[in-house]
């Protein structure tokens, strides 16, 4: 097993997927810091899950890339890659904790992480942005 990335640390998606195939845990991206800070992965999964994916304010990560590759094909076209889009502009998530949580297939290792609120994320655009005068 690799190193899991500890709380704190700020782990670019693409990473945090890959964590997530090869080392078989859960991973859970929160969209809302409050939600995220306040209560815990057990109770959110069941909270959440008879709610649509695409008004939850958390996802499995897989879900989470479902959901934006199909976002971006209705804005970009049937070309539109989001692995591509996040390969040329990484985003990160912030770990938050890790833990073991009890799934249907038995004990599974997670790490519950936050992303950052789509006003950040253009902030960061913009901080990155070239050629404005």
Request: hydrophobic share 40%; with cysteine.
């Amino acid at each position: 097993m690799t190193t899991l990335p500890v709380p704190g640390e700020q782990i670019d998606l693409l990473l945090l997927r890959e964590i997530r195939q090869r080392e078989r845990i859960n991973v859970y991206l929160y969209m809302d810091e409050e939600i995220a800070k306040n209560s815990n992965v057990t109770d959110d999964v069941e909270k959440y899950r008879m709610t649509d994916p695409d008004f939850r304010p958390v996802l499995e990560i897989e879900d989470w890339f479902k959901i934006m590759q199909k976002q971006l094909k209705q804005i970009e076209g049937p070309c539109a890659n989001v692995e591509r889009m996040l390969t040329e502009k990484p985003l990160s998530a912030e770990v938050l904790e890790t833990g073991v949580i009890l799934t249907a297939v038995g004990e599974r290792p997670y790490i519950k992480a936050l992303l950052p609120y789509l006003d950040e994320m253009e902030e960061i655009e913009v901080r990155n942005a070239t050629g404005f005068k």
